[in-house]
C-alpha cells in the first residue's frame, strides 16, 4: 500500500539555524501538506500546496517558513531560522483531490531546536 | 469525552469492551467531519468521516455519530481490541474547507 515518507525522522537543530523537512507524498496525489504538533497538543495545520504553489495557509506559517516542490516526488518544508517554540513534530500529508477529503499523513519528523 | 480546547483525557477499557470517545465542536459552519487515530511515534490515520447531512455513519467496528443540535460527534469501537490503543482525535472542516481542524485528542487504553 502507498503511503507518504518523510526524512529526517529527528532532527536537532540549534536556535538560529535552518532545517529542511523532506516529504515524499503518494505518487498519484497532487495536494499536499504540512501540518505540525507540539507536544501533548492539537495537529496544527500550516499549509497547502498545489500545482507548485500554496494554495492556503495558516498563520503560523509566517515568513521564516517556505515550501518546496523541487521536483516530481520530493515536498519540503523550510524553516529559514528556527526558534524554540518551533520545536515540534511535523506532519506531511497528501491527497489525490481537494475534495478527496481524506488525507494521508506521513509519520513525521520531530524537530528539537536547542 | 474530548471537547477542542481542554486537556488530553484518558479513556481506559478492557479488551472486547465497547469503547466511546465523544468530542464538542462549536462551529455551526462545520460541515464534515473526521475521526483520525494516531498511534504512538505515528502521523495521523483516517479512520471514518461524516457529513453534516447525516446523524450517523458505519465502518467496520467503528460507527460514528453526530448531533449538530448541541454540536456532538462521538466515535463508538466495537469490541475494542489492543491494537486500538492510541489517541483519537476529531476534527472538523468548516465552511467548505478542505483543512481539518483538530481536537486535542483523547487517550484510548485497552487492557488485555
Known amino acids: 500500500e502507498p503511503e507518504v515518507t518523510q526524512t529526517p525522522s529527528h532532527q536537532v537543530t540549534q536556535m538560529g539555524q535552518e532545517v529542511i523537512l523532506r516529504c515524499v507524498p503518494i505518487?498519484?496525489?497532487?495536494?499536499f501538506y504540512w501540518y505540525r504538533q507540539i507536544l501533548g497538543q492539537k495537529v496544527e495545520f500550516l499549509v497547502s500546496f498545489y500545482n507548485n504553489e500554496i494554495s492556503e495557509k495558516s498563520e503560523i506559517f509566517d515568513d521564516q517558513f517556505s515550501v518546496e516542490r523541487p521536483d516530481g516526488s520530493n515536498f519540503t518544508l523550510k524553516i529559514r531560522s528556527t526558534k524554540l517554540e518551533d520545536s515540534a513534530m511535523y506532519f506531511c500529508?497528501?491527497?489525490?483531490?481537494?475534495?478527496?477529503?481524506?488525507?494521508?499523513f506521513g509519520p513525521g519528523t520531530r524537530l528539537t531546536v536547542l | 469525552g474530548e471537547s477542542v480546547g481542554l486537556h488530553l483525557p484518558t479513556l481506559s477499557v478492557q479488551e472486547g469492551d465497547n469503547s466511546i470517545i465523544n468530542c464538542a465542536y462549536s462551529?455551526?459552519?462545520?460541515?464534515?467531519f473526521i475521526w483520525y487515530k494516531q498511534e504512538s511515534g505515528k502521523g495521523p490515520q483516517f479512520i471514518i468521516d461524516i457529513r453534516s447531512n447525516m446523524d450517523k455513519r458505519q465502518g467496520q467496528r467503528v460507527t460514528v455519530l453526530l448531533n449538530k443540535t448541541v454540536k456532538h460527534l462521538s466515535l463508538q469501537i466495537a469490541a475494542t481490541q489492543p491494537g486500538d490503543s492510541a489517541v483519537y482525535f476529531c476534527a472538523e472542516n468548516i465552511g467548505g474547507s478542505y483543512i481539518p481542524t483538530f481536537g486535542r485528542g483523547t487517550s484510548l487504553i485497552v487492557h488485555p
Open positions: 500529508a497528501s491527497n489525490r483531490l481537494a475534495g478527496d477529503n481524506e488525507q494521508f
Open positions: 505518487s498519484n496525489h497532487l495536494y
Open positions: 462551529n455551526s459552519a462545520s460541515d464534515y
